[in-house]
């Protein structure tokens, strides 16, 4: 039996979570600290010494040892460290818009096909390698992905952890690599990219002046699954490899686990990823934009009572109007409200009229996402599904969970809700050499926390009908 201290950084907020392997696993939240984005003149960044802070406070207030630390965090942001180690300017947040417009110069430069058979990756604008071309890289000579600087703050060693490289851009899927070739085409320096360093590798121990003020020794800390979704779907408790899944937070990533990338022209073509998972696997998935639409509205109605609108949202008429929630209007932040009314009126539908059929119309269009994008997922991939796990924050939202199974029709097992922070510490713990394979992790996970079941109801029509409303825009 050991204690594990999982450091999981979402976009919304961090939390330190500690996590006791044993006859069954016990996970203990022991501080949460909210992440709140700066707009600084036009720049819209990450306040990273305030994360790194509430890291640190989560550290203090653990009352027992940890056998190890490990940090997970979303993807594609970075750091630039000098040449004395120091960090230029304060990271930048994906959504800020200095990369608008890059991306299209890059596909026409380059061309879609060579980008995608090196990295495998979606095309999304805030991939790193888009925000690099975006940023000044003179100074700079070492880039840092968001975990591996805390990592990097709180021991001094320097790595490049691969499931977060995977969502550069600058990674070759299949060698498992830096795609040096592409750095060089596109003039990045090569120089600044770390040595890789797989999951469930040693990432240094605890400086020794952070740990004399945490009050702990010199623990080690592990490179995990440091891209948080991989990470999350590390915990998945599937019992076969039959599943889809869903990783619902702030973003919905919605895919297949496979053993090996698929980097097909319909592939492409339908924008899914292979990003890099534990033990050579491959998310196969596509970006969904998530709740973060939901979290938008609230921030724009000023944070009313989310369970009390949820109750309200299932007694609304079904189907007043839909959305697709990935439209890249719903991107930045905003007066989410005001953009779904639009978009809208755009694709001759009457716009939600209250607060609930706005909720409402959130939800359904998020499962209508997911319908489309398991049957993509299955349909590229050949790989068949029998049932979706949700995984994350959104297992919590018991009326989007039921959506999914009628609009997916496929039975929905939903947990646990802090996946990320489960299969960070499981894969510590692995590294430790408490758990074996990621099915025996797999079933850990499983046996500790009972899931919630949604079976398919209604009739699937009534969805497709409801994607043609789009597909007409
Ligand atoms: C989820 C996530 C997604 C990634 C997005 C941006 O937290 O890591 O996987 O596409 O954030 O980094």
Redesign the pocket.
Known sequence: MSIYAAVDL??SNGRVITVETGQSLRLREIHRFPNRPVRLADTLHWDILSLYQGVLDGLAKMDAEPASIGVD?????YGLLDGDGRLIGNPVH?RDQRTDGVMERVIDEVGADVLYQTSGLQF?P?NTVYQLLADRLDGAETLLMIPDLITYWLTGSIGAEATNAS?TGLYDVRARTWAEPLMDRLGIPRRIFPELRDPGTPAGTLRDGIARELGLGPVPVTAVAS???ASAVAAVPAETDRFAYI?S???S?VGVELPAPVLTEAGRLANFTN?GGVDGTVRYLR?VMGLWILQECLRVWGNPDLGELLAAAEQAPPFQAVVDPDDPSFLPPGDMPARIAAYCERTGQRPPQDRPSVVRCVLESLALAYRRTVRDAVRLSGHEVEVIHVVGGGVRNRLLCQLTADACELPVLAGPVEA?ALGNALIQARAHGEVGSLAELRELVRRAEPLAVYRPAGDGRAWEAAETRIRGS
């Open positions: 979402g976009a965090s979303w993807a594609v942001d994906y999304l805030f969502t891209h948080d979704t990783s937070g702030t973003w990533l990003e970006n990320a």
